[in-house]
């Protein structure tokens, strides 16, 4: 048996054409000697219309005794009819079951919502067939696409870096440890030594790829395996990347744009495409700040409560950052030594993307080293590279999975996530 015809592929004038069509069962209304079935495929939904002289019994009996989920085939006639609402129904002569549905779900594929997340994601594949996840996880694949045609269009190189590695990169967040052979190593929390060294190879490069953090806590914007969209470029500085962001951010809005046009019921928030993205220096900030009344002093994080009571909403940038929190390989900004030429892309209180210009002299990445009380043998793998010259360079990380959540009004981060991973969970 082979499929003839995707859902979107059949119309009201293909009125008595056999077809052979496959999916699963969205739903199943019996009424004594009719039964109605939607059958939905990736591309849309097909009226199946089992009427008592219209089809054989035998296949009506079956029909009839179809549950939601099952996965089928179907041959019949494509029937024009002005009650079906997409202008023709399917009456069926064959119907294969490939596999019928051994338990019932615990929700049904058509509901909005389902009280406990914990339920959805114990049956994701089956959670991932609700609308309200289509519309999420459709997105994310179309504004993923945008963004590697983005990278492409700008002679950028798609780059794969290690993901089991020797050294922690990122100061503040925790580490994965694994067994490498007979040493320890770790999962990467971001790609960043590499793509900077690849720099020196390839100017542009980017990663989109799993970065990995032991996140102690439960929220609804961090997972413990996440993916970042990175990129790094020569001869470059902060301001540059904003720049670069800014077009990313435009062509996924754009890509969010294009969909919802095609899929209006999606109900995703409005987001206009930016001309630019205000920049707000951290001392700005702050200031900000302690004139509203918050308690906070130079050095301080950008608390999101703080954040709140300045009232800044949509996409912005923070600019200029305390140099001392930040990783070993931020640059310091000419102006001031105490502030680094780094930024956060903010949406909100949801930060979006770090970035920053980076050290490109090994004497001053290792004296960062040593201040911060790292051991520098541990990182010669990488000072190495600097011996020969490495350009200067600026870069960034955006996570996908909040840029998905700000792109589509998704509360939690574990819906932009296929399987999320957190604190309670490893499976499924
Ligand atoms: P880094 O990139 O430095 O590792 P992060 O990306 O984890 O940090 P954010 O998620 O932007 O940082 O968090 C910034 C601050 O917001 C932290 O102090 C964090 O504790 C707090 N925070 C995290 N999740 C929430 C939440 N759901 N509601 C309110 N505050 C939160
Ligand atoms: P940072 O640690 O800020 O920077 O991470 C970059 C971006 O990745 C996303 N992100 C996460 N998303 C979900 N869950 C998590 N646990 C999580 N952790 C991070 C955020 C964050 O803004 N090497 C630098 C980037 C650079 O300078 O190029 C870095 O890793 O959206």
């Given at each position: ?243 670069r962001i800014e077009e990313i951010i435009k062509v996924s809005i754009s890509a969010v744009n294009d969909y ?88 909100g209180d949801l930060e979006l993307s770090s970035g920053s210009t980076r050290i490109e002299k090994r004497d ?65």
């Open positions: 048996l082979r499929r003839s015809h995707y859902s979107d592929e059949i119309n009201s004038s293909m009125d008595g054409t056999s077809v052979t069509v496959m999916g699963w069962v969205l739903t199943i209304r019996g009424h004594g000697n009719i039964s109605f079935a939607t059958l939905r495929d990736k591309n849309g939904d097909l009226s199946i219309v089992a009427k008592k002289g219209d089809c054989p019994d035998a296949i009506r009996e079956k029909i009839s005794a179809l549950k939601a989920h099952s996965s089928i085939a179907i041959v019949g006639n494509v029937k024009a009819s002005e009650k079906a609402p997409s202008g023709y129904e399917i009456i069926p002569t064959e119907l294969r079951v490939f596999s019928d549905v051994e338990k019932i779900p615990p929700f049904e594929p058509t509901v909005k919502t389902v009280k406990n997340i914990d339920t959805r994601l114990e049956v994701r594949p089956i959670d991932l067939r609700r609308d309200v996840l289509q519309h999420i996880f459709k997105t994310r694949s179309l504004v993923l696409k945008s963004i590697r045609d983005y990278f492409g269009n700008q002679n950028f190189v798609e780059i794969n870096t290690p993901k089991m590695i020797a050294t922690a990169t990122e100061g503040g967040a925790a580490l994965f440890p694994i067994f490498y052979y007979n040493k320890e190593a770790f999962l990467a929390q971001s790609p960043q030594l590499y793509k900077e060294q690849l720099t020196m190879s390839f100017e542009k490069v980017f990663e989109i790829a799993p970065i990995f953090r032991a996140e102690p806590s439960r929220t609804n914007r961090h997972l413990a395996e996440a993916i970042s969209i990175d990129l790094e470029e020569a001869f470059v500085d902060y301001t540059d990347v904003m720049n919802v046009k095609d899929n209006p019921d999606s109900e995703f928030p409005t987001i206009q495409i930016p001309d630019i993205i205000p920049r707000y220096t951290y001392d700005d900030l702050i200031d900000r700040m302690q004139k509203a009344g918050a308690k906070t002093e130079w050095g301080d994080d950008l608390y999101p409560s703080n954040l709140k009571k300045i009232g800044l909403d949509g996409f912005y940038f923070i600019t200029d950052w305390p140099l001392a929190p930040k990783p070993f390989y931020v640059k310091d900004s000419k102006s001031n030594p105490k502030v680094s030429e780094s930024f956060d892309l903010m949406y001053e990445l290792a004296e960062r080293m040593k201040n911060k009380g790292m051991k520098t043998d541990a990182f010669e793998y990488h000072l190495a590279a600097f011996d020969y010259g490495v350009p200067p360079h600026a870069g960034c990380g955006i996570g996908l999975e909040r840029l998905i959540m700000v792109l589509t009004g998704t509360e939690n981060i574990r819906d932009t996530t296929f399987y999320p991973r957190d604190v309670d969970r490893l499976t499924p």
